[in-house]
């Protein structure tokens, strides 16, 4: 076997790895503690909208598609440094996002208060990823609403029930 063939298989397995990474989860770096609980969802929208899904091997809860004029949001709540930390991601083709103040436009309810996260990412145009924070921990269950995101005017998520 020449040296070129021996380069070019181990190229072909690096490729292969980061495409199997890119389509079935992200390493993730930081050490972070998932949440546990039942994931359900709720918006209200004119639009045809898809249903909440959680994926088999987290708690990441996905609203809407990226179909034109639709929004894609999904939320993975992990405890870190005694802080709930929601991975936020949104994917969309056609909507402006910039607009959105995700500080605002974020809510988490238990059953006893009202919180507003300590931080969240700023939101661009089209494509948007970042953690959103907040100073305390739920203890039992919880749902995070998100408003202002097109075509679903309340998204909401819920997790422990």
């Known amino acids: 076997m020449k040296f070129a063939d021996v380069i070019l298989y181990i ?14 989860g992200r ?5 972070a503690q998932v949440i546990s609980g039942t994931a359900t969802a709720a ?7 898809q249903a909440p899904q959680q994926a ?4 990441t809860q996905t609203t809407g598609s990226t179909a034109p004029e639709e929004v894609e949001v999904s ?12 991975a936020y991601a949104s994917n969309t083709h056609s909507v402006d996002l910039s607009g959105v103040n995700l500080k605002e436009a974020v809510v988490l309810r238990t059953s006893s208060a009202e919180y ?6 700023r939101l661009a145009s089209h494509h948007n990823n970042g953690e959103i924070v907040f100073d305390m921990v739920p203890d039992g269950a919880y ?7 097109p075509p679903i005017q309340d998204r ?3 997790w422990g029930e």
């Open 11 to 24: 190229t072909l397995a690096v490729v292969i790895v980061g495409v199997g990474l890119a389509l079935f």
């Open 27 to 31: 390493v993730d770096a930081g050490a």
């Open 43 to 49: 918006g209200a929208s004119a639009a045809p909208q």
């Open 56 to 59: 088999a091997s987290s708690l």
């Open 75 to 86: 939320l993975t709540p992990m405890m870190r440094d005694g802080k709930l930390v929601v």
């Open 116 to 121: 507003h996260p300590i931080s969240a990412p």
């Open 143 to 149: 749902s995070i609403t998100i408003s202002g995101i």
């Open 156 to 158: 909401i998520y819920r």
